[in-house]
Nanobody, 123 residues
Framework: QVQLVESGGGLVQAGESLTLSCVAS????????MGWFRQAPGKEREFVAA????????KTADSVKGRFTISKDNAKTTVYLQMNSLRDEDTAVYYC????????????????WGQGTQVTVSS
């Protein structure tokens, strides 16, 4: 079992930055991959980024590449999503997820999900 708790969401102006955090706990944390998805009102859930816990290998969606960066802190078992140059279209609920397979994360089929944190970007 893996438990995930997100934090860091909020209201920001377009062009500003925000960092989301996801604290993972559980016996298998060191074996999982973790990722971020987002879902805007009326839209489907969208993959944002993923990171493999074992070697730090990352994958980022083209829609946010160059602006968003996923990283991890092994000691804190925390995954971060640094979001720069935020745009109106980044407004969404952001969800942290985890699975033993990074491919399952990218496909949106992760086994474990957090409760989500709201990010609102105003122009």
């Amino acid at each position: 079992q893996v438990q995930l708790v997100e934090s860091g969401g909020g209201l920001v102006q377009a062009g500003e930055s925000l960092t989301l955090s996801c604290v993972a706990s559980g016996r298998t944390v060191s074996r999982v991959a973790m990722g971020w998805f987002r879902q805007a009102p009326g839209k489907e859930r969208e993959f944002v980024a993923a990171i493999r816990w074992s070697d730090g290998n990352t994958k980022t969606a083209d829609s946010v590449k160059g602006r968003f960066t996923i990283s991890k802190d092994n000691a804190k078992t925390t995954v971060y999503l640094q979001m720069n140059s935020l745009r109106d279209e980044d407004t969404a609920v952001y969800y942290c997820c985890a699975d033993l397979s990074s491919q399952m994360i990218i496909l949106g089929r992760a086994q474990y999900w957090g409760q989500g944190t709201q990010v609102t970007v105003s122009s």
